[in-house]
């Protein structure tokens, strides 16, 4: 083991380095699927590897590159730009031509590219320079560009089960070359199902944990010959160091979760996840602002006072601040779960969006025309004045002639939207005067 290796972490040192000693994403690695063929046939392939942090995809990356006897090339989005992108594809092609040798490009969390960085990209994967593997832990159909989805695979990485990870864990403490095998170290069988379940799925996260763990066991030994234990309180304190915040990928996650819970009428749940995300460190701004968006979304007209609490909820946090802003935050949250609910604001956008899309160029009506400026002759109905009729109401054409006798606001049954009757549905009034 050269100096490096001696000292690096031991997730580093633990890394697989054949399919062999990989654990979890059968659903990608299994049978006759793409990934094993390439394998199989070292070859290589442009694609992202999208899935929680510690699931393997740096990994897998290597493996691939390591079995296609590629070159590879280690970029980090959030330390790189255009101009070492550009420096990468001219070694790139040099390569190739004096060696004959290809070339894979792994860039880690590649969603952190701006819409320019990815466009860089865009000819050299073209052309076949490089074979560009992305690495990122989100959805790369939202954070990357649709140019450069086109021209890759997506592979979806899965968290690791438990058994996954005390795979993981067993191997660490048993290998006498790259783990802990050779320090003395005993980690009784619920202290390894502890530490398997409480990594949340993160290979690194146990390991690293692990490390920790029994670097301190080693202090309270005070002799290196003497065996180190590493229990639930060792473990229980190494997972308080390693915990970091919350991924983008787990902010989301919670953040859907809590808005279906809003839709769902669920307080409890609500509440729960707008707490977790609150005490993992999200800005709270994020999920009052998503409350604001259902209060129309899936209470709307059932009860328009949803929206005016949710909005509430935002002047409180934005002039109490957090931790009090909490309290009507949550008045909020449970307002808004327990209201009747109704999406047809949602239903009616949509029809009128459809419509659009079927007539984008409908005319304005003429009576609806701007009359402030001279035009050549005055031509159809003229317009009537509401106000000079009636209940202050007058039948007469709003929308294009194409889309003249559509209706897309339909109250529902619930709460007070249930005795509200647009006025286009109702009987027209006497006509009056024209204006």
């Not at 769902?264 to 977790?276: E, N």
């Not at 317009?383 to 929308?399: A, I, N, R, S």
Request: aromatic residues 6%; hydrophobic residues 45%; glycine residues 6%.
């Amino acid at each position: 083991m050269d100096v490096w290796q001696d000292h690096a972490p031991l997730a580093e040192r633990m890394r697989p380095r054949s399919l062999a000693e990989f654990v979890g994403q059968e659903h990608l690695l299994g049978g006759t699927r793409l990934l094993p063929s390439l394998l199989a046939r070292r070859q290589l392939l442009s694609c992202v590897l999208w899935g929680p942090p510690g699931s393997g995809k740096t990994t897998l990356a290597r493996l691939l590159a390591d079995e296609a006897g590629a070159r590879m090339v280690e970029l980090s989005a959030v330390a790189s730009g255009a101009k070492e992108l550009r420096e990468v594809f001219a070694a790139a092609e040099e390569e190739r031509r004096l060696y004959g040798v290809a070339t894979m490009l792994f860039v880690d969390e590649i969603h952190r590219y701006s819409r320019a960085q990815q466009d860089v990209l865009l000819p050299a994967v073209e052309r076949g320079a490089v074979f560009l593997v992305g690495c990122t832990t989100q959805n790369p159909r939202i954070c990357l560009t649709r140019a450069l989805l086109s021209r890759l695979r997506i592979f979806a990485f899965r968290p690791l089960d438990a058994k996954d990870v005390r795979r993981a864990i067993d191997a660490a403490l048993t290998d006498e070359e790259r783990g802990l095998g050779a320090q003395n170290v005993r980690m009784p069988d619920d202290a390894r199902e502890l530490l398997a379940r409480q990594a949340g799925g993160d290979v690194r996260k146990a390991l690293n944990a692990l490390e920790w763990a029994v670097a301190h066991a080693a202090q309270d030994a005070g002799d290196a010959d003497l065996q180190r234990v590493v229990g639930e309180r060792e473990l229980g304190e190494a997972l308080g160091v390693v915990a970091g915040g919350l991924e983008e990928s787990e902010i989301y996650d919670m953040l859907s979760a809590f808005g279906k819970s809003l839709r769902g009428s669920d307080s409890d749940a609500a509440l729960y996840w707008f707490m977790r995300m609150v005490d993992a460190g999200a800005d709270p701004l994020i999920p009052v602002r998503r409350l604001i968006v259902h209060a129309s979304e899936d209470v709307g007209m059932a009860n328009a006072q949803a929206m005016v609490q949710a909005v509430a909820a935002l002047r409180a946090l934005e002039s109490v601040g957090m931790p009090e802003a909490r309290i009507p935050v949550a008045q909020a949250i449970v307002y808004v779960c327990e209201s009747p609910k109704s999406n047809s604001i949602v239903a009616a956008l949509a029809g009128v969006e459809q419509a659009i899309a079927r007539h984008p160029h409908a005319k304005v009506p003429s009576h609806l025309e701007d009359k402030s400026y001279a035009r050549d002759a005055p031509s159809g109905a003229p317009y009537k004045y509401p106000h000079d009729y009636p209940d202050h109401h007058v039948t007469q054409q709003y929308l294009p002639d194409e889309l003249a006798d559509e209706i897309w606001y339909r109250p529902t049954d619930q709460g007070s939207e249930a005795r509200m009757v647009p006025r286009k549905l109702r009987i027209s009034t006497p006509e009056g005067k024209e204006c």
